[in-house]
């Protein structure tokens, strides 16, 4: 089939995805890009079988990736076959409580982000602020001031030398320093290279429902240094979430529970977007499933999407060996577990097709069935990779293997479910398992009329029903959801919810259903309007926690100055002055976020999980 991308696909892929010669002009297209992966990637296989084996998969991965049926991670898109060969995105890197640990992972960082990868660390280890510090007999600046410090360091360099990078930042309930850190991103300026998460024991939400103090631990020490109510910690948490979306929150316990190599360390922090999270050292390629190309009518194609499953877990497999890694220890990590995450993208759209509102019972039944069908051939993928590759090296240390409890796998964790901001643009479908946000939006340049674009499938089933107008779309645009706009009936509202009509309740519950069936975790936002209470937001984390899901993360609309997302612009997007210094290019990009407008190509700016996004690529992570 000839490869057909939207426009906005396009866009993406000319500013952040195809190769460039010296003169720094683009020198492949669209379709050479994707064999150019699918030649690399598949280079592995000639390490474990013969030339026509490396050949026949070359031929699959093209195949799944130029129909847009699946995409690894962006770094892979633009690295694979280059000379810079970096191709995971997530890591996650320890820092200990030293001065030597802290730059010495600072300066890894920079290596990491200059090739790509996004990183995630917890601070939970470094002593309080005012703790002595016995060398210089001085006292601590404590992790808040760090974060401060790796937030400037990441602001000057650039992920994969093109934007800012990403980061994870993370404490644990119990340090002395967890109501500083809380309130650290109070100011939306601050930390804006960072998400900031706190991490939650299940010690402190039995707490939580019983009203009683809990202890506040030194991590220099071990000692107990103090007590804290454990109701007013949380309700503060969710008073900060409320307010502007931070900080988020991830259930520790619930993550190390599933952690897969346990007698190799607990599992402290995520990737910048909380979907993977990782032992110190750990990186993770990711890739995913648009599912909106498996809809078969009414059902799903279940034998096409098995054999992609498959072909999918093989490519992220074969990543892993072809990459090259900024440092030697990662290197060694990665090998030794070899930690994929298939997700999928997609999910909305899919239940467009199908019929299905994203807000009802047989949403959820069918997540918990579609995510549950991958995650069983995602897992026998890898055991039969495991059976003709061998599996990963740590699985012959691992207890689950000594005890024989499950069948030895190539990969410690298979499934993810990731933002997809980018690719979902490149595949043109809806990003991870979010829901739709606009049915209509517009993208507007400089000195030309805006440019009104509406969602393809509303398109269609508009023509299709007899209700399309120019003059509807353009009232749709300017309108968060299709039951403030006449003319559309009934049914199309109920099937066509977007994220401002969805109760917060289920987007939990479908967090919660993909959860069930995932390895690693889970990335989506909770969103709530611009009404809800701080008693809405709480009743999310305790349904969240209740529900099992491994973290999460909420967005009241219009909580921040700087709306990220609209379904309209609604300012002017006349240049505000002559641009005439790197100065002035400076200021007018601020006034560009203010209006939210991405600083690349003045087009709308797009929100989805813990990444912020254009369609001409432009991305960064943030808490959302």
């Known amino acids: 089939m000839p490869l057909t991308l939207t426009e906005n696909a396009l866009l993406v892929l000319r500013k952040r995805i195809l190769a460039r010669d010296v003169h720094g002009q683009i020198s492949e297209t669209p379709d050479e890009m994707f064999r150019r992966v699918a030649r690399s990637i598949a280079a592995a296989d000639l390490e474990y079988g013969s030339a026509a084996e490396v050949a026949a998969s070359e031929q699959d991965f093209y195949e799944i990736m130029s129909r847009l049926e699946f995409l690894p991670n962006s770094p892979t898109l633009m690295n694979a076959g280059r000379d810079l060969g970096q191709l995971s995105a997530c890591f996650v890197l320890p820092i200990e409580d030293s001065m030597e640990s802290i730059f010495g992972t600072l300066a890894d960082t920079a290596l990491i982000q200059k090739s790509g990868g996004g990183t995630g660390f917890s601070f939970s280890r470094l002593r309080p602020k005012d703790d002595p510090v016995q060398s210089t007999h001085g006292q601590s600046s404590g992790p ?136 110190p050292y750990e990186s993770c390629v990711l890739g995913s499933i648009n599912l909106s190309r498996f809809a078969d009518g009414g059902d799903i194609d279940y ?65 918990n069935e579609v995510m549950s069908f991958i995650s069983r051939h995602a897992a026998a993928a890898s055991v039969e990779l495991a059976r003709k590759r061998g599996p990963f090296p740590r699985w012959y240390q691992e207890s689950m293997y000594q005890k024989g409890a ?38 507007i340049s400089f000195g030309s009329e805006s440019l009104l674009f509406a969602h393809e499938q509303f398109e269609e089933y508009s023509r299709k029903h ?29 099937l066509f919810v977007t994220t401002h009509d969805i109760p917060p309740e289920w987007h939990v519950r479908t967090q919660a259903a993909f959860q069930n069936h995932i390895d690693a975790a889970v990335s989506k936002t909770i969103n709530f309007p611009n009404d809800a209470t701080t008693d809405d937001v709480k009743a999310a984390y305790e349904l969240a926690y209740e529900l099992g899901c491994k973290g999460i993360t909420v967005y009241r609309d219009a909580s921040r100055e700087q709306q990220v997302l609209s379904s309209q612009a609604t300012h002017s997007t006349a240049p505000p002055f002559p641009v005439t210094s790197p100065i002035e290019i400076e200021k007018l990009q601020g006034q560009l976020l203010e209006m939210n407008l991405c600083p690349d190509c003045q087009s ?21």
């Open 466 to 494: 007899g209700f399309y107008s120019d003059s509807l779309i353009n009232s749709v645009a300017q309108h968060a959801s299709l039951k403030a706009v006449s003319g559309i009936p009934p049914e199309a509202a109920e």
């Open 144 to 279: 808040v001031s760090f974060i401060r410090l790796y937030n400037f360091a990441t602001e000057v360099t650039k992920l994969g030398g093109k934007r800012a990078g990403a980061n994870m930042a993370i404490m644990r309930i119990d340090h002395p320093d967890i109501e500083e850190f809380i309130g650290a991103k109070a100011n939306p300026v601050e930390l804006n290279t960072f998400n900031i998460s706190v991490a939650i024991t299940d010690a402190f939400m039995d707490k939580v429902k019983v009203g009683r103090q809990y202890d506040l631990l030194n991590p220099r020490t071990g000692g107990v240094v103090g007590h804290l109510d454990a109701r007013e910690i949380f309700d503060r948490i969710v008073e900060a979430a409320w307010r502007n979306g931070e900080p988020g929150v991830i259930f520790i316990d619930r993550i190390n529970r599933d952690n897969p190599t346990p007698e190799f360390g607990e599992i402290e922090s995520t990737n910048p977007c909380g979907e993977q999270p990782l032992l």
């Open 604 to 624: 709308q700016l797009q929100r989805n999980g813990g990444c912020l996004y254009c369609t001409c690529g432009y991305s960064v992570c943030v808490q959302t």
């Open 406 to 443: 499950k069948p030895a796998q190539r990969n410690a964790t298979v499934t993810t479910v990731a933002p997809t901001g980018t690719i979902s643009l490149i595949a043109n479908c809806s990003s991870g398992i979010e829901p739709i946000y606009a049915i209509a939006y517009r993208r």
């Open 303 to 367: 034998d096409h999407l098995k054999d992609v499953v498959t072909l999918g877990v093989h490519l992220l497999d074969n990543v892993i060996d072809v990459s090259r890694f900024p440092i030697p220890r990662i290197e060694q990590m990665t090998r030794a577990n070899r930690k994929i995450g298939l997700g999928v993208m997609g999910w909305a759209d899919l239940l467009i097709r199908m019929g299905i509102p994203y807000n009802s019972e047989a949403a959820v039944n069918l997540a």
